[in-house]
């Protein structure tokens, strides 16, 4: 895609509403573009080259999101500087390989996502807007996530929920209809795998919670994962 078609199509798409974004990416054609048309959407854009720039950026200022490549030169330092970034937003990796497994657990517990190379800016702009909104409270039908207060409920009903299930039912609201694997939803939540057995449970527990007095909205989706959302048919 060219860069006038790229301009063209943000155009065309929903805007940004100032919101502040780090885009980490080392190939200049690639920064620029990106730069260029994340700005025509409507954000505000801070840029670096390389992991230590992406720490040091992270560490004097608060940033609302990181488009990072998977390929930045010195992507080390993330891990070594960890500790000096008290504040970690979403991250959206671009990346060759279409695989979780790869996305940077260094960046720590926030929200994570991933677009394939080579990209559509229109799938960059879709996926920010994601993350984005996954800030605050997350709603869905009757169910709604605070952030805030870290509280979960069902319509009236104040779910009870553990650390590990309001991380697994964020992940669920934030990419709702979307089907997450095991092995997605437990780097997630952990932080590493821990195995189908203790992702089965844990996923089994909230649903219990969860969908106790209403349409259920966890659903399976068999040899791939879950998902969450109304069944096709529901109202």
């Given at each position: 895609?060219?860069?006038?078609?790229?301009?063209?199509?943000t155009?065309?798409?929903?805007?940004g509403?100032?919101?502040?974004?780090?885009?980490?990416?080392?190939?200049?054609?690639?920064?620029?573009?990106?730069?260029?048309t994340?700005?025509?959407?409507?954000?505000?854009?801070?840029?670096?080259?390389n992991?230590?720039?992406?720490?040091?950026?992270l560490?004097e200022?608060?940033?609302?999101?990181v488009?990072?490549?998977?390929?930045?030169?010195?992507m080390d330092?993330?891990?070594?500087g960890?500790?000096?970034?008290?504040h970690?937003?979403?991250?959206?990796?671009?990346?060759?390989?279409?695989?979780?497994?790869?996305?940077?657990?260094?960046?720590?517990?926030?929200?994570?996502?991933?677009?394939?190379?080579?990209?559509?800016?229109?799938e960059?702009?879709a996926?920010?807007?994601?993350?984005?909104?996954g800030?605050?409270?997350?709603?869905?039908?009757?169910?709604v996530?605070?952030?805030?207060?870290?509280q979960?409920r069902?319509?009236r009903?104040?779910l009870?929920l553990?650390?590990?299930?309001?991380?697994?039912?964020?992940?669920?609201?934030?990419?709702?209809?979307?089907?997450?694997?095991?092995?997605?939803i437990?780097r997630?939540?952990?932080?590493?795998?821990?195995?189908?057995?203790?992702?089965?449970?844990?996923?089994?527990?909230?649903?219990?919670?969860v969908?106790?007095?209403?349409?259920?909205?966890?659903?399976?989706?068999?040899?791939f994962?879950?998902?969450?959302?109304?069944?096709?048919?529901?109202?």
């Amino acid at each position: 895609m060219s860069t006038y078609d790229s301009f063209s199509e943000t155009r065309s798409l929903a805007r940004g509403g100032g919101q502040h974004l780090l885009v980490a990416v080392d190939e200049p054609d690639n920064a620029e573009l990106l730069s260029t048309t994340l700005e025509l959407a409507g954000y505000r854009i801070g840029t670096a080259g390389n992991g230590t720039e992406v720490v040091s950026r992270l560490a004097e200022q608060q940033f609302e999101l990181v488009v990072i490549d998977a390929e930045l030169p010195e992507m080390d330092a993330l891990a070594q500087g960890r500790r000096l970034v008290t504040h970690r937003p979403p991250v959206l990796l671009l990346t060759g390989w279409d695989a979780l497994d790869k996305l940077l657990p260094e960046l720590g517990a926030g929200e994570r996502d991933y677009v394939t190379k080579p990209f559509r800016i229109a799938e960059v702009l879709a996926r920010i807007q994601v993350l984005l909104r996954g800030r605050g409270a997350l709603h869905y039908a009757d169910l709604v996530l605070d952030d805030t207060t870290c509280q979960a409920r069902r319509g009236r009903c104040i779910l009870d929920l553990t650390p590990a299930e309001y991380r697994l039912l964020r992940h669920l609201l934030v990419n709702a209809h979307k089907v997450l694997s095991k092995e997605q939803i437990s780097r997630y939540v952990w932080g590493d795998f821990r195995g189908d057995n203790a992702m089965e449970q844990l996923v089994s527990r909230l649903r219990r919670k969860v969908d106790q007095e209403g349409a259920p909205l966890i659903h399976t989706r068999r040899g791939f994962g879950y998902w969450l959302g109304r069944a096709a048919g529901e109202g």
